[in-house]
């Protein structure tokens, strides 16, 4: 390979195309004709030069002319592409092209791409919630108990990783009934817990509280019992 040609290809320098553009573009609506259009804009705006021509960029590509313009116009149409209009310091008029249209369609895309992942993984928090109670329980939910935790998730929102850290609490405490679940959830609700790790403080704090209230009522009881000095007897 010719040295020259090589060095050319270097100091050609390279584009930098976010990831995301491939991942939604069919999902926003665009063709992959479309699609490398607005690849060829985005180059020629990269170099520098921000309102090619239809023949500079219909040039680069098997499209006519004809083609080219007629898939920038519907580009425009559509709200992928826009063209703004100015004029510099010196008072001379010109035209570029923006893509920002494009990127917010791609943003608006991928964050509804990452609301349903995460309500796809709610769903199955869920759907595992209901598994580890009935296995907790060692039985079948009644419909009143499926009801209850459906009102914990959905009235009360009540995390599922918060729900099964108040039914760990109440399996500790020997006290495994829906009852006092719910009031586990009904004190850290009004204590603005929100987190497995608040409540876990919470839990840990009143365990502690209750360890030091046992520890004075005991002492408490040997104190009220009569010394006999039976050695004086």
Not at 55 to 84: F, K, N, P, W
Request: a negative charge; glycine letters at 4%; one cysteine or more.
């Amino acid at each position: 390979m010719n040295k020259n040609t090589f060095l050319s290809w270097i100091e050609e320098g390279v584009i930098s195309i976010p990831s995301f553009l491939f991942r939604y573009y069919k999902k926003i609506g665009l063709t992959d004709i479309e699609c490398m259009v607005i690849l060829h804009i985005y180059n020629f705006i990269e170099k520098g030069k921000e309102f090619p021509t239809i023949d500079e960029i219909a040039e680069r590509m098997v499209l006519s002319t004809e083609h080219c313009s007629q898939t920038i116009l519907t580009l425009i149409q559509r709200g992928y592409l826009e063209i703004l209009k100015g004029q510099t310091e010196e008072g001379i008029y010109f035209e570029k092209y923006s893509l920002k249209p494009l990127w917010l369609k791609l943003i608006n895309e991928h964050a509804l791409h990452e609301q349903e992942d995460l309500q796809f993984q709610t769903n199955l928090e869920e759907g595992s919630l209901f598994t580890l109670f009935e296995q907790e329980f060692a039985r079948a939910l009644s419909p009143i108990e499926c009801e209850t935790l459906s009102m914990w998730i959905d009235n009360d929102h009540h995390s599922p990783a918060l729900i099964k850290a108040a039914l760990k609490e109440a399996v500790l405490s020997g006290k495994l009934n829906f009852r006092y679940i719910d009031r586990i959830l009904f004190e850290w609700k009004k204590a603005g817990i929100k987190t497995v790790e608040q409540a876990q403080d919470q839990s840990r704090h009143f365990r502690n509280g209750q360890q030091k209230n046992r520890g004075q009522e005991k002492q408490k009881k040997t104190e009220a019992v009569p010394f006999y000095n039976w050695l004086e007897s």
